[in-house]
């Protein structure tokens, strides 16, 4: 298939790179100009986009989002495949939708998970939503960049699937990192405790998976310092996007609302750039909050 692929950053450029490898012709465009080995490099948007079979989008929210697709739908052909797996709130995923529907063209908005090791390893899980025909014609693309593929529903779909998940995978990683912090100050080895933990009722991802202590469970952003795998900044980009997902159908969040709030004093005090578990070391040094119960 002749591919155009927008936005070739950290997730984007080995998602192409897969989609080059399998033998597809893959232009790629970037505003930093970034090139990716097997991706022929374009220079306007419209280059990567005209006379393509599938458009893939990867963008940072939804007025970039909108504003490329303004640009980009009226060069598509009939029938082209239009595949954003940007996260981005579920009133642009849906506007996305009706604008490609009234082009003639097919559509799906295809948020990820599994950070950047996923991207590179083609693991990724993907939330899907769209029509059955679009879902059926993304699906082998998809399979060259992830392992698991979920048709959610509708157009949007995708996207509030991505936002009830990481509002959870926000709130995970907080309970987490509390009960590490809690362990340590009375006096449990954390070692221990993991083993506790990862086979009993707390285990979870955020424990087994990607645990935030150093040199405990699997190798995880905690034992390189906490580089970012999934940035904090970015955890704030998606509870932001639950508690406004949640304001529009009127849902009760207290958890994602306060998961918010600590993210956002975490960003804004030092968090900016390190992984979203390096929550924990926050934790160990803050002292308990009075509370009036």
Sequence with gaps: ????????????????ANLARAGHD??????????????????????????MDAVITMLPDGGVLEKVYAEILPLGEPGALFLDCSTVDIVSARSAHERAAEGGLLSVDAPVS???????????TFMVGGSSEAFEKATPLLDIMGKRIVHCGDGGAGQAAKICNNMLLGISMIGTCEAFALGEKLGLDA?????????????????????????VGPESPADNGYLPGFAAELMLKDLRLSQSAAEQVDANTPMGHHATRLYKQF???????????????????????????
Excluded at 204 to 212: A, E, I, L, Q
């Design 191 to 215: 070692g221990r405790l993991f083993e506790v933990m990862s086979t009993s009722s707390g285990s979870c991802w955020s424990v087994n998976t990607y645990c935030p202590v150093p040199g």
């Design 114 to 124: 599994g950070g950047i090791g996923g991207a590179t390893a083609g693991t990724l």
């Design 267 to 293: 960003v804004d005090n030092g968090g900016l750039g390190r992984d979203f578990s390096a929550m924990l070391p926050v934790m160990a040094e803050t002292k308990r909050e009075q509370t009036d119960d």
């Design 1 to 16: 298939m002749k591919i155009g692929f927008i936005g070739l950053g950290n997730m984007g450029a080995p998602m192409a």
């Design 26 to 51: 893959v232009s790629g465009f970037d505003t930093a100009g970034i090139h990716v080995d097997g991706v022929t490099s374009v220079s306007v948007v419209a280059d990567a986009s005209r006379g």
